[in-house]
């Protein structure tokens, strides 16, 4: 019987590799973790962690302006990027120091280097050693694109840099029109800078509700966003320390830094993986079943990497149900169905469930009850603020399939209406609710009449 020098080998420190790596220990398995860069992975070091810091410090600008219809005076607030920054630093050390001490809770040891796929049982680390293992964990999520062909492609940033900038650039164009990009938009515009958007297609947030999308763009553009779809870069130039952005159709747009959130990519480039016998699909996503296995049945993969639904609490399931299955004898696999989302632009975002054209082709007939108000704390600002709330109803169940929403706290509220729609609540159900008065979520349980789309006969 062969014996290996670990039960498991996790390639990727991030939250699916942790959570499979702690799990697998917890059932007595013998477990090692490789990670090049810091323990935490994307979201902890420059991902969902740092971005929610810099959303957070952004909206205090409407805070500010907000306290004077509520009584408040003050002098002329004054922001310091490198204290928000500093700040940042010490709360993503902090998470760091806490997932580290997790893993030496559970005597998962630590690989502080790159570790690639020697063989279906074999890690070869950046050191030389060779290291065997009866399963191999690929966790090593996903990176920024960037367009390499681009003239003067040097001299953008994406997400990665932006959270380490030493200075706050007072001109920025964001190159994207993803939840990444409307974001970071709404971070620097937020922060006092002056924004511009491009975007190669129509309409930003493609894939989201059609209500959203055009919620969001023009609110956006109140606030002072410039939003260029249609376009794209042709080449940047860098000149005085400042940088030029030539677009197709010869505009030239000037900035003290240039942004790409053009969409992520896979992290499996140079981990021999295909020499190992490991397929990769036409993305350079790792292809598994629903179990999280590849085509060696020795090395499993999670995250986005795989390219599934990338997002920080999916890998955690799915890093938690491979360890349960390989190791805790417990066989289960995560459901993919209504996985609520955020997008912590300002205004924000919070959906569960399919868009309206979604649930249309899926069901065929549907009912769509929105509404649209100014919440009580922007009427008393003295702001022209708007929050949007949608029901999508499958109509021969009158269950509830989407929920949308628009405004303040959209992200919380959306979190708590997913737990009905996983449950299979009708509009009947969120009608029999009691509403709970003042508050913007009341309206959820409050929206009677069926919205008839412009030149559409009534029912």
């Given at each position: 019987?062969?014996?290996?020098?670990?039960?498991?080998?996790?390639?990727?420190?991030?939250?699916?590799?942790?959570?499979?790596?702690?799990?697998?220990?917890?059932?007595?398995?013998?477990?090692?973790?490789?990670?090049?860069?810091?323990?935490?992975?994307?979201?902890?070091?420059?991902?969902?962690?740092?971005?929610?810091?810099?959303?957070?410090?952004?909206?205090?600008?409407?805070?500010?302006?907000?306290?004077?219809?509520?009584?408040?005076?003050?002098?002329?607030?004054?922001?310091?990027?490198?204290?928000?920054?500093?700040?940042?630093?010490?709360?993503?050390?902090?998470?760091?120091?806490?997932?580290?001490?997790?893993?030496?809770?559970?005597?998962?040891?630590?690989?502080?280097?790159?570790?690639?796929?020697?063989?279906?049982?074999?890690?070869?680390?950046?050191?030389?050693?060779?290291?065997?293992?009866?399963?191999?964990?690929?966790?090593?999520?996903?990176?920024?694109?960037?367009?390499?062909?681009?003239?003067?492609?040097?001299?953008?940033?994406?997400?990665?840099?932006?959270?380490?900038?030493?200075?706050?650039?007072?001109?920025?164009?964001?190159?994207?029109?993803?939840?990444?990009?409307?974001?970071?938009?709404?971070?620097?515009?937020?922060?006092?800078?002056?924004?511009?958007?491009?975007?190669?297609?129509?309409?930003?947030?493609?894939?989201?509700?059609?209500?959203?999308?055009?919620?969001?763009t023009a609110a956006m553009i109140r606030r002072g966003v410039r939003i260029v779809t249609g376009k794209v870069f042709t080449k940047i130039e860098?000149?005085?320390?400042?940088?030029?952005?030539?677009?197709?159709?010869?505009?030239?747009?000037?900035?003290?830094?240039?942004?790409?959130?053009?969409?992520?990519?896979?992290?499996?480039?140079?981990?021999?993986?295909?020499?190992?016998?490991?397929?990769?699909?036409?993305?350079?996503?790792?292809?598994?079943?629903?179990?999280?296995?590849?085509?060696?049945?020795?090395?499993?993969?999670?995250?986005d990497v795989t390219n599934r639904v990338n997002l920080t609490p999916v890998a955690i399931r799915e890093g938690h149900a491979f360890a349960d299955?390989?190791?805790?004898?417990?066989?289960?696999?995560?459901?993919?169905?209504?996985?609520?989302?955020?997008?912590?632009?300002?205004?924000?975002?919070?959906?569960?469930?399919?868009?309206?054209?979604?649930?249309?082709?899926?069901?065929?007939?549907?009912?769509?009850?929105?509404?649209?108000?100014?919440?009580?704390?922007?009427?008393?600002?003295?702001?022209?603020?708007?929050?949007?709330?949608?029901?999508?109803?499958?109509?021969?169940?009158?269950?509830?399939?989407?929920?949308?929403?628009?405004?303040?706290?959209?992200?919380?509220?959306?979190?708590?209406?997913?737990?009905?729609?996983?449950?299979?609540?009708?509009?009947?159900?969120?009608?029999?609710?009691?509403?709970?008065?003042?508050?913007?979520?009341?309206?959820?349980?409050?929206?009677?009449?069926?919205?008839?789309?412009?030149?559409?006969?009534?029912?």
């Amino acid at each position: 019987m062969q014996e290996f020098e670990y039960d498991l080998f996790v390639i990727g420190a991030g939250s699916g590799g942790v959570r499979a790596a702690r799990i697998a220990a917890s059932y007595g398995a013998r477990v090692a973790i490789a990670e090049e860069y810091r323990i935490g992975g994307t979201c902890v070091i420059r991902g969902c962690v740092p971005k929610k810091i810099l959303v957070y410090a952004s909206r205090f600008s409407d805070e500010f302006e907000n306290a004077a219809g509520f009584g408040w005076s003050f002098s002329e607030p004054k922001f310091d990027w490198p204290s928000l920054i500093a700040a940042k630093d010490k709360e993503i050390a902090r998470l760091e120091a806490a997932y580290r001490a997790t893993l030496a809770k559970f005597n998962v040891e630590v690989f502080a280097e790159r570790a690639t796929v020697g063989g279906p049982n074999e890690i070869v680390l950046a050191s030389g050693r060779k290291i065997s293992a009866k399963y191999i964990l690929i966790a090593t999520g996903g990176g920024p694109n960037v367009d390499r062909n681009l003239p003067g492609i040097d001299h953008v940033i994406t997400s990665n840099e932006a959270f380490d900038l030493k200075e706050m650039p007072r001109r920025v164009v964001i190159a994207g029109g993803g939840y990444i990009a409307v974001e970071f938009a709404s971070i620097f515009n937020g922060l006092g800078a002056d924004v511009t958007l491009v975007y190669r297609g129509e309409k930003i947030l493609r894939g989201f509700d059609e209500d959203l999308r055009d919620g969001l763009t023009a609110a956006m553009i109140r606030r002072g966003v410039r939003i260029v779809t249609g376009k794209v870069f042709t080449k940047i130039e860098a000149s005085g320390g400042a940088l030029a952005g030539h677009l197709t159709d010869g505009e030239i747009l000037h900035a003290d830094a240039i942004m790409f959130a053009i969409g992520r990519s896979p992290s499996s480039t140079g981990l021999g993986l295909e020499a190992a016998g490991v397929k990769l699909d036409g993305q350079g996503a790792i292809v598994v079943d629903a179990g999280s296995q590849t085509t060696v049945p020795s090395i499993y993969a999670v995250g986005d990497v795989t390219n599934r639904v990338n997002l920080t609490p999916v890998a955690i399931r799915e890093g938690h149900a491979f360890a349960d299955t390989v190791f805790g004898g417990k066989s289960w696999s995560a459901d993919y169905t209504m996985i609520p989302t955020a997008v912590f632009a300002t205004p924000e975002i919070g959906t569960v469930g399919f868009s309206e054209h979604e649930a249309l082709a899926q069901y065929g007939a549907i009912d769509v009850y929105k509404g649209s108000f100014r919440p009580m704390k922007s009427i008393i600002a003295g702001r022209d603020e708007r929050m949007l709330m949608k029901l999508v109803v499958e109509a021969a169940s009158d269950r509830v399939v989407g929920v949308h929403l628009l405004g303040p706290e959209a992200a919380e509220i959306a979190q708590m209406a997913a737990i009905s729609i996983r449950m299979g609540a009708t509009k009947a159900d969120f009608d029999q609710t009691m509403a709970l008065h003042p508050s913007a979520a009341e309206e959820l349980v409050t929206l009677r009449e069926k919205w008839v789309a412009p030149g559409e006969a009534a029912g």
